[in-house]
T-cell receptor, first 116, second 114 residues
Framework: AQKITQTQPGMFVQEKEAVTLDCTYDTSDPSYGLFWYKQPSSGEMIFLIY??????QNATEGRYSLNFQKARKSANLVISASQLGDSAMYFCAMREGTGGGNKLTFGTGTQLKVEL | DAGVIQSPRHEVTEMGQEVTLRCKPISGHDYLFWYRQTMMRGLELLIY????????DSGMPEDRFSAKMPNASFSTLKIQPSEPRDSAVYFC????????????FGSGTQLSVL
C-alpha cells in the first residue's frame, strides 16, 4: 500500500487565487511528521512546511498552510494568493516514528501551473 | 552555511563505466541520505547514514550500487558497472533531528547512462 498518496497529477490555478493540493497518508505509528517540498523546473528541493502528528494547530508558513485532518489521514497544502513563481512540482512526504533522522517517504507529486 | 553540496551537477557516461557521485553534507548534521528520482518511480530512498555508519540500505537497487561515508563531511555513491536504467537525478540530503525537522537537499546530480 502507498504510504503517501497524491491524487492530482496536475493542477491549474489563476494568479492571486488560492489552491489546495491533496495528500493522504497511511501509517500505524502514532508519532509521525508530514512535510511539503517544492521542486521548480530548476530541480532543487525546497522545504515549505512541516506538521507533527501531535501538533494541535495547523502549520502555517507565510502563504502556505497545511490543512491537517488526522482522523482522515490527510495533510493538504493550501497556497494562498498564488503567484507565477509558485508554478512547480509539489511533493508531500512523511516521516514515521521519531528515529531515522527524518527519513522521508515521498508521494508522486502534483504539478502546479499558475496562470495569468 | 553553503548547504549540501553535490558534484558533479551533470554526468554523462557510457554503459559499463563506473560512476561516482559525491556529497558534502551540512556541517554538524548527523544524518545523510541518498535519494534517486525518476519519472517512473518518483523519489526513492537508496540508503542513509547516521554518524557515518550505514543504517538502512534496503533501497539500494542491486550490488552494482555502493555508498560510503568515510567521514562526517563526505559521502560517495558509486555505480559499477552503470546501465542505461540507472539514468536519474540523484539527490543527497542531510538533517539534524530536532533542528527545524526537515531534510536539506543538495542540487542533485543528473546522471545519463548511454
Amino acid at each position: 500500500a502507498q504510504k503517501i498518496t497524491q491524487t492530482q497529477p496536475g493542477m491549474f490555478v489563476q494568479e492571486k487565487e488560492a489552491v489546495t493540493l491533496d495528500c493522504t497518508y497511511d501509517t500505524s505509528d502514532p508519532s509521525y511528521g508530514l512535510f511539503w517540498y517544492k521542486q521548480p523546473s530548476s530541480g532543487e528541493m525546497i522545504f515549505l512546511i512541516y506538521q507533527g502528528s501531535y501538533d494541535q494547530q495547523n502549520a502555517t508558513e507565510g502563504r502556505y498552510s497545511l490543512n491537517f485532518q488526522k482522523a482522515r489521514k490527510s495533510a493538504n497544502l493550501v497556497i494562498s494568493a498564488s503567484q507565477l513563481g509558485d508554478s512547480a512540482m509539489y511533493f508531500c512526504a512523511m516521516r514515521e516514528g521519531t528515529g531515522g533522522g527524518n527519513k522521508l517517504t515521498f508521494g508522486t507529486g502534483t504539478q502546479l501551473k499558475v496562470e495569468l | 552555511d553553503a548547504g549540501v553540496i553535490q558534484s558533479p551537477r551533470h554526468e554523462v557516461t557510457e554503459m559499463g563505466q563506473e560512476v561516482t557521485l559525491r556529497c558534502k553534507p551540512i556541517s554538524g548534521h548527523d544524518y545523510l541520505f541518498w535519494y534517486r528520482q525518476t519519472m517512473m518511480r518518483g523519489l526513492e530512498l537508496l540508503i542513509y547514514f547516521n554518524n557515518n555508519v550505514p543504517i538502512d540500505d534496503s533501497g539500494m537497487p542491486e550490488d552494482r550500487f555502493s555508498a560510503k561515508m568515510p567521514n562526517a563531511s563526505f559521502s560517495t555513491l558509486k555505480i559499477q558497472p552503470s546501465e542505461p536504467r540507472d539514468s536519474a537525478v540523484y539527490f543527497c540530503a542531510s538533517s539534524q533531528p530536532g533542528l527545524n525537522e526537515k531534510l536539506f537537499f543538495g542540487s542533485g546530480t543528473q546522471l545519463s547512462v548511454l
